[in-house]
């Protein structure tokens, strides 16, 4: 096993390493303050108007550890966005292959690490695009306003009742099955059979936001 291989080993097993931590090439510890949640969870992270899918493998006080790749460079600065944390503002202070390690601008408070060590939904990503749902071989076309790993959220009417299968064209590369969740106001919630991967939902961020960008 590789130093690198060890050093995310170390932290699964709650050795959590994140901004406060810098990775030694050696393969020692340069630790500043103690980190105590590992949490491995979906994070959305906002760098220069832009979102990004990333993985949040531990988070402290000070600062978390997140894993995205292509990193931004270290100096950026960013807003990451978790289960039950909202928008903190951040630093990148260090960057190794696809780690990187956040400093956050104001500290965290015990009261916002217990939230997020109790909140298990994962944060939704806004999504400003077209999406198609098939129903009973019928096509209609939307408008989708957010995506996440168990469904999406989408602007208008539904095409169906509560509760109806259906086909979700998010774009050419990724099609889901899922059911007609709940409605309420201008729009309605398609829940999909199974959640989508970390991979899924990042490339289909990342094609969107390539086709704003143009």
Not at 32 to 39: H, I, M, V
Not at 108 to 118: F, H, M, S, Y
Not at 128 to 151: C, F, N
Not at 200 to 206: D, F
Request: aromatic share 4%; charged share 25%; with cysteine.
């Amino acid at each position: 096993m590789t130093n690198h291989a060890a050093r995310w080993r170390m932290t699964e097993d709650g050795m959590s390493q994140g901004a406060d931590q810098v990775p030694s090439r050696a393969g020692e510890e340069q630790r500043a303050t103690p980190r105590e949640r590992t949490l491995y969870a979906l994070g959305r992270l906002m760098v220069a108007g832009r979102q990004h899918v990333c993985t949040v493998r531990n988070l402290g006080p000070g600062g978390a550890g997140i894993e995205l790749d292509p990193p931004p460079a270290v100096g950026t600065a960013v807003t990451i966005e978790t289960r039950g944390l909202i928008a903190r503002a951040a630093t990148v202070r260090w960057v190794r292959d696809a780690m990187v390690g956040l400093s956050f601008d104001e500290p965290l408070g015990e009261e916002t690490l217990r939230v997020v060590a109790e909140t298990p939904r994962s944060p939704r990503f806004s999504y400003d695009g077209p999406v198609e749902l098939v129903t009973d071989a019928r096509l209609t076309e939307h408008r989708a306003i957010d995506l996440g790993l168990g469904g999406v959220r989408v602007a208008g009417a539904p095409p169906a009742d509560a509760g109806s299968a259906m086909e979700v064209v998010i774009d050419a590369e990724l099609v889901v099955r899922g059911k007609l969740a709940w409605t309420g106001g201008e729009a309605f919630a398609i829940e999909f059979a199974a959640p989508l991967s970390v991979r899924q939902l990042a490339g289909a961020i990342a094609r969107l936001e390539a086709t704003l960008s143009r």
